[in-house]
């Protein structure tokens, strides 16, 4: 996350991570610009490398060799990594309006998302046809392709790609490679695998040298694909009863030409012509008519020049150019170089693609070709080689980073020399408001002009959840807040505050809101409301109200799913965001749960798997991978609020929630508390994904060591610490899961029912045992 004493001044925000954009994410790293908060919006965690993506449907690659991991080359960039998908732009407040969650605001704002095929106008492709784009769907529905037959290869596989362009030829070489394979690992003969190519022009490739496209129709025909040239689908057709040919509905698919040709498939790709996402045009850009942003050569926005846009999604009108991805790349340093010249109050400098380019198209097989403008070679496997290695190098940019290079490393090192020295002057002089010293104590508050506007548009924006037990709250200007306790209940209380351990507030704000909240859960109470505590980093007013805006929606937003209020609170500023909030709840006294209530017998019920402590650790490091994060997320952002009212109904008798101690220190407690041995196993663990590989590599949380003292209530401890997954007793959890006792004749079913509430991580991890002379843990 984002951590300086420089305050922030402007607001770049990048939406997609394409290629462009990834470039760019590597040299805003390298070469940090101070005061600029950096934002990518992203709705995928790893995006593809198209020069590799034909030869990972092959076979050839795995998901790692051809993805570009966003979540820690957003790290290296220190930019701020939000998980969503835009859906529009309001361009008169310069805002990005977010699908799931408030919109965001921008100074200056880059628009790298690619395109989609047009394919909703045929008659039945919306329902039939599984396009290629976007490219993570398409690639889950291949890999479910490919286990289907891989279990079932005796049968007939009729496959139709619709596209004669370069995606739809490379699709259809790449198939075919991969699934020829797995018939002949299988002894299947060959003719069970029928592959038609639909294309309305009269050549393949029809954008590229003709040399290009009738080779490649030689080489598709070599292989038995059945090509369907000057053809054009008009139509697609489930056939009922059909059996299970089609992957989602089991139907076959008929596939209508204009002319009058059927073609009965098992399953349908869709290559066609590229399209823009409609929001870019209904937001006001200029666009073209496919709905591309039409940008200047210094990849500006004709109507909005805070705007700029690149790769697939970009249209430069004096150099008009093919949606390939090796023009992607090349907009990448000139993009960067525009929005760092923007940022600094520079003129931004024109940019003139080049016209003819080296295309390599692999086969699938380990050989590729070669073509540039008339002339092509191929295809040989010493070009598939040459390929590998421009491929491969271009990967390494983003999965080799140095920390020490980036921002995060000089921030760890504390180095303000060299370029940040250089630019800050130029990014800073237009604010002189902004002091260059930052005071403490009172005149650290947040000022009352920030609270006010984020409050008033909190109260705006979410609905009416107040309570009758709140006599004074946010809507009054009273020095302090009035709750009401009905007589036949008593209040819980209890209170966590932590630095941000990831840059999006929102985020941020609902898991600190989960994780405080969980206290209330684990004694059996019903939040009734919370005060907040907030430190926001420094920054103009304006920045300053955005912060503190989302990370109070996200926390706002938790408390509400909870029926629970927030009352008022107390806003500070300083160098880095950290956040908590001081919870109350209500409970009768014959419902209230503790820790000492384990009974001879009882399960031991966990309801989330463990591992944030270490994997956000790696994450710091930038060695965590970004789709292990955001399965973390996930669990963090679930409230444990649904498993406490499941445990109840099961009649838990003791209850913990598991958070900074780890599992085995808060374990620790319930046994201290009750006076109970408890057999623990290992083995039944559930671990968020990732968990296990950072702990082995030796990535520990700061709080472990502390946390690794209750190891000496370990019965067997040098057994135990034989165990890989012994150091994650001691892994220090955020919104972690609650940790119950059950009586074991209903164990069973309250797993099932946990898990059928989304808990799907819920396991019996060990028993209670009579009681010793000295309660201890044994490890099994």
């Not at 599984?130 to 490219?135: A, M």
């Not at 490679?177 to 639909?198: D, G, I, M, T």
């Not at 209903?746 to 946990?754: H, I, K, V, W």
Request: aromatic share 6%; proline share 5%; with cysteine.
């Amino acid at each position: 996350m984002q951590s300086t004493s420089q305050p922030i001044v402007k607001d770049l925000v990048l939406i997609g991570g394409g290629h462009s954009h990834a470039i760019a994410l590597k040299q805003f790293g390298m070469n940090p610009l101070p005061g600029v908060r950096l934002t990518l919006i992203t709705d995928v965690y790893h995006t593809p490398y198209s020069g590799m993506l034909p030869g990972y449907v092959a076979g050839l690659y795995n998901f790692d060799d051809c993805h570009i991991d966003l979540r820690p080359l957003a790290e290296f960039a220190g930019a701020t990594m939000i998980a969503s998908q835009a859906v529009g732009l309001d361009l008169k407040s310069q805002r990005v309006l977010l699908i799931d969650r408030p919109s965001l605001s921008f100074d200056l704002l880059s628009i790298d998302i690619g395109s989609t095929p047009s394919t909703l106008t045929v008659p039945g492709a919306a329902k039939y046809a599984i396009p290629v784009k976007p490219i993570s769907k398409f690639l889950q529905r291949w890999e479910t392709l490919v286990a289907q037959v891989e279990q079932r290869p005796k049968r007939l596989l009729r496959i139709a790609i619709v596209g004669g362009g370069a995606g739809g030829v490379e699709l259809a070489l790449s198939v075919q490679a991969r699934l020829q394979r797995l018939y002949e690992a299988s002894h299947s003969p060959p003719s069970l695998l029928e592959l038609h190519l639909f294309h309305r022009g009269q050549r393949l490739l029809p954008e590229r040298g003709r040399w290009l496209g009738d080779r490649l129709e030689h080489l598709l025909q070599q292989r038995g694909v059945r090509l369907h040239l000057q053809e054009t689908v008009c139509g697609l057709e489930g056939i009922a009863g059909s059996g299970d040919g089609g992957l989602e509905t089991g139907e076959a698919v008929t596939v209508h030409c204009e002319s009058g040709l059927v073609v009965t498939c098992d399953v349908v790709f869709w290559v066609t012509q590229a399209a823009a996402a409609p929001w870019l045009r209904d937001s006001g850009l200029d666009t073209d008519d496919r709905g591309f942003v039409q940008v200047s050569d210094t990849l500006q926005s004709l109507s909005h020049p805070q705007v700029l846009a690149a790769g697939d999604v970009a249209t430069m009108v004096n150099y008009p150019r093919p949606k390939a991805g090796v023009f992607a790349v090349r907009h990448g340093k000139p993009l960067y170089q525009n929005l760092r010249r923007l940022l600094l109050n520079q003129a931004p400098q024109p940019f003139v693609p080049q016209k003819e380019f080296l295309i390599l198209i692999g086969m699938g097989d380990r050989s590729a070709l070669a073509s540039r403008g008339r002339f092509g070679l191929g295809p040989y496997s010493w070009i598939w080689r040459w390929k590998e290695r421009i491929d491969r190098r271009f990967m390494e940019k983003f999965s080799k980073l140095d920390m020490g290079n980036g921002r995060l490393g000089r921030r760890k090192a504390g180095d303000r020399s060299g370029k940040i020295a250089t630019v800050r002057p130029m990014l800073t002089e237009a604010y002189p408001s902004i002091p260059a010293m930052h005071c403490a104590g009172c005149g650290s508050k947040v000022g009352s002009s920030v609270l006010e506007r984020v409050l008033a548009r909190i109260r705006q924006e979410q609905p009416d959840r107040s309570r009758d037990d709140i006599l004074v709250g946010l809507d009054t200007p009273d020095d302090a807040a009035v709750v009401s306790v009905p007589a036949d209940q008593v209040m819980v209380q209890t209170i966590d505050q932590f630095r941000a351990l990831l840059s999006d507030p929102f985020v941020f704000g609902k898991i600190a809101a989960n994780h405080c909240l969980s206290d209330l859960f684990a004694m059996g109470a019903n939040p009734q409301s919370a005060l907040a505590v907030a430190t926001i980093p420094y920054g103009l007013e304006s920045k300053q109200a955005e912060t503190l805006y989302q990370l109070l929606s996200g926390a706002v937003q938790v408390l509400q799913q909870s029926n629970a209020v927030l009352i008022g609170g107390h806003t500070t500023e300083g160098a880095e965001l950290s956040f908590g909030l001081s919870c109350n709840g209500l409970v009768t006294p014959d419902r209230l749960w503790r820790k000492g209530g384990m009974q001879p017998g009882d399960s031991l019920i966990l309801t989330k798997a463990i591992g944030t402590g270490t994997l956000f650790a790696a994450d710091m490091r930038l060695q965590a991978k970004g789709r292990w994060i955001e399965g973390a997320i996930d669990s963090m952002l679930q409230s444990n609020q649904a498993a406490a009212d499941c445990l109840r109904e099961y009649q838990a008798t003791a209850c913990t929630d598991v958070t900074g101690f780890g599992l085995l220190g808060h374990l620790a407690e319930m046994v201290r508390s009750s006076g109970m041995s408890v057999g623990l196993d290992l083995n039944a663990l559930p671990i968020l994904e990732g968990a296990k590989e950072t702990a082995q590599q030796g990535i520990l949380s700061s709080l472990h060591l502390q946390n690794q003292q209750a190891s000496h209530l370990i019965k067997n401890l040098d057994a135990a610490t034989r165990h890989p997954l012994y150091p994650l007793l001691f892994d220090p959890q955020t919104s972690g899961g609650l940790l119950a006792t059950v009586a074991a004749s209903c164990t069973s079913e309250c797993l099932f029912a946990l898990k059928a509430l989304g808990y799907d991580q819920s396991r019996a991890i060990g028993v209670v045992l009579p009681s010793l002379e000295t309660p201890c843990i044994e490890i099994r």
